[in-house]
């Protein structure tokens, strides 16, 4: 999986203390996923962003954002920064800070793995 270990680091960062953050290979890239939804995640050297239908069109019209499109069919709430569009770290944090707002109202993600099943 090829992504930009540089930006996930300045991701972590940004990140770095809140609890509820975690990490998980996706989408040929790397995710962070806030209480088990996720938030954002690096595709490439590409900013890959979970906005919710309502940011959605608001910040698809800001300089470098684009919609995220993996099958020739665009993922609506979800969107790609390109790299000029976070190049400085006050860049970054403010596009997590907008995605947070979001993905932190949402309810946290069950673990989804079965439970073994009990034997009599």
């Given amino acids: 999986m ?3 270990t540089g930006l996930a680091e300045r991701i ?7 609890l509820y953050i975690t990490e998980k290979k996706m989408f040929g890239g790397l995710c962070f996923l806030h209480d088990g939804n996720m938030l ?4 490439k050297d590409e900013l890959m962003l979970r906005t919710g239908p309502d ?3 608001i910040l698809l019209t800001k300089p470098y954002a684009r919609e995220m499109d993996f099958t020739g069919r665009p993922m609506k709430g979800m969107l790609i920064v390109e ?3 976070f190049s400085e770290d006050t860049d970054l944090k403010w596009w997590l ?3 947070l707002v979001f993905v932190s109202a949402l309810p946290p993600k069950v673990n989804q793995k079965r439970l073994p ?3 009599p």
């Fill in 117 to 119: 099943t009990a034997r």
């Fill in 55 to 57: 940011l959605y069109a």
């Fill in 12 to 18: 972590r960062e940004q990140l770095r203390g809140n």
């Fill in 2 to 4: 090829a992504y930009d």
């Fill in 97 to 99: 800070d907008q995605v």
């Fill in 40 to 43: 954002c995640g690096i595709v």
């Fill in 83 to 85: 790299t000029q569009g």
